[in-house]
């Protein structure tokens, strides 16, 4: 089993609606990361959380340290949202990624 | 402030050779971490460099190495290179080790034949 599990891998929607990412993790971990990864490779950063809840424009993430267990929100949803989004999970200096969550959305 | 930057971008080499890329993290990142991204494997953690000391290290095998200089400039290298070594290598900067939120370089994708 890995240590980090997302769902779904992958994920069809039309303009417009909400859409969650889910993340499970099996370890210890200091912090939780939200990726965003376009076609071509370009890797970006899109939260960085270690309890709670964190916003930032249409994209929201939540993390639940007892549960284990994080989404990734994308409110009213775009075709320029479509990309892979990574869960990451920080244990030291060390990073361990979950498999990705191909989104694509259709206008 | 400029990204981080990685070289070269693509590059092809062939079984047994040996590689070396280049990372430059954002100006004040002290801390640099290497990444290997395959169809197969997903993400994986090579190993991070602070202050020029190795700090962790994936689960990898002794053939990729690397360093970070004084400047926090970091090089990966891979030796007697694998048909399995084609892949997309990421490095990441950060202020430190650990605790801070990581900058993604564009990538090195080497592919081996």
């Known amino acids: 089993k890995n240590e980090v599990e997302q769902s779904p891998q992958n994920l069809t929607a039309q303009e417009g609606e909400f859409i969650t990412i889910n993340c499970s993790y099996s370890?210890?971990?200091?912090?939780l990361h939200w990726l965003q990864q376009h076609p071509g490779g370009g890797i970006v950063s899109l939260f960085m959380?270690?309890?709670g809840k964190k916003k930032h424009g249409r994209l929201i993430a939540t993390i639940n340290i007892q549960e284990k267990h994080s989404s990734l929100h994308i409110t009213a949803s775009h075709p320029r949202d479509s990309a892979v989004y990574i869960c990451?999970?920080?244990?030291?200096?060390?990073?361990?990624f979950g498999e990705g969550t191909q989104l694509t959305v259709n206008p | 402030k400029a990204g981080v930057t990685q070289t070269p971008r693509y590059l092809i080499k062939t079984r047994g050779q040996q590689v070396t890329l280049s990372c430059s993290p954002i100006?004040?990142?002290?801390?640099v971490s290497w990444y290997q991204q395959t169809p197969g494997q997903g993400l994986q953690f090579l190993f991070e460099?602070?202050?020029?000391?190795?700090?962790n290290k994936g689960n990898f095998p002794g053939r990729f190495s690397g360093r970070q200089f004084s400047n926090s400039r970091s090089e990966m290298n891979v030796s007697t290179l694998e048909l399995g070594d084609s892949a997309l290598y990421l490095c990441?900067?950060?202020?430190?080790?650990?605790?801070?939120?990581?900058?993604f370089g564009p990538g090195t994708r080497l592919t081996v034949l």
């Open positions: 990441a900067s950060s202020w430190t080790s650990g605790r801070n939120e990581q900058f």
């Open positions: 370890v210890g971990i200091s912090a």
């Open positions: 959380l270690s309890s």
């Open positions: 990451a999970v920080r244990s030291g200096s060390r990073l361990t």
């Open positions: 100006s004040g990142h002290r801390s």
């Open positions: 460099y602070f202050s020029e000391t190795q700090r």
